[in-house]
């Protein structure tokens, strides 16, 4: 029997491994607990990861999210729903 070919996503000409391997861990985290440093402060989240974006933003979603305090820092209030940018 001949193997299954890979799909292709619309848009793009072939499959890309790498796209292909990101997506998986990606899948993977789902409902997995994770901490999230942001880039642009000093700031780190964790929370359930709940979905991200793959396109050129890459936005990740986090539910029952809460602000890791800073050394000596108070924790912060549970967010439901934390969208943060890419």
Do not use: W
């Amino acid at each position: 029997q001949k193997p299954a070919e890979p799909k292709v996503p619309p848009g793009r000409k072939l499959p890309d491994a790498n796209f292909e391997r990101q997506t998986f861990v990606l899948t993977s985290l789902v409902g997995r607990k994770v901490q999230v440093k942001i880039r642009s402060a000093d700031e780190v989240y964790e929370g359930y990861f709940h979905s991200c974006s793959q396109d050129k933003d890459f936005r990740i979603v986090l539910r029952m999210a809460r602000q890791i305090p800073s050394a000596g820092g108070r924790s912060t209030e549970v967010i439901p729903t934390l969208i943060l940018p890419g």
